[in-house]
């Protein structure tokens, strides 16, 4: 995908999801932070966990070291975030991909993923290209390689993994164009896209959380509360006092005759 990224509705997508990004990942602590792969968006720049990498397929600059993405060198519940940027798409397996994402992080850590929509304008003209590139006809669109998951497919995936979505939106409402120019002049599509269309935009954009049921904290032992043990209470002396009571009540109303 490097090459399309340099292409005006590549560079579109990228500056959409870099803003979506930097808003999301600010404010997220820890101490790890994982990027698995399109060493072309910075994902984690905003962030500011102490240890961040960027794990690629295939050597880049950028990379931080090479790495089977359903097969990642990190032990169980060990990292606080992995963003993944158009990863699953291009992902041999993406459900593989994705139970080692759950594996990796920690309790109430949080997974960051954008993708694709293939049901929007981009995805449409996609796949009316390839319908026709198998006859040898016209140019794809969008890159050739990986394969669309839908949004709410995704979602599904992440719920099974016990998964939560915290922040799910869409975006790129810009017609499939191919100029600059063109692109460049419907800018109130935006706007007009999310308050009519809102799931029809050309890429969305996750953060889901990881929930651990039927976790419960413990408090330290110098925190629990002693209960100091009570008194029995004898039935036969509370019921001694009971009639003794009554008998004084008897007498009180003798002598007021």
Known sequence: MHDWFQTPPGRYLLAWERAQ?????????GFHALQLGLPELDALSANRMPHRWLATHTLAPESDFVTDFSALPFPANSLDLVVLPHSLELAPDPHTTLREV?????????VVICGLNPLSLWGLRQQRARLYHRFGFGDLFLPQAGEFI???????????????VEVGRFGC???????????????????AGERWWPILGAVYFLVAVKRVRGMTLLSPAWKTPRLLPSAPVSIASSATLTRAAALNDIKKLKDSD
């Not at 759950?102 to 949080?110: F, M």
């Not at 839908?150 to 939560?164: A, C, I, S």
């Open 21 to 29: 990004l930097d808003l999301a990942v600010a404010d997220l602590f």
């Open 102 to 110: 759950a594996r990796v992080l920690v309790p109430e850590g949080r």
């Open 150 to 164: 839908g949004y709410w497919r995704l979602r599904d995936w992440l719920r099974l993994l016990g998964f939560e």
């Open 173 to 191: 409402y810009r017609p499939a164009f191919s100029h600059e120019k063109w692109l460049q002049r419907l800018p109130w599509l935006e706007r």
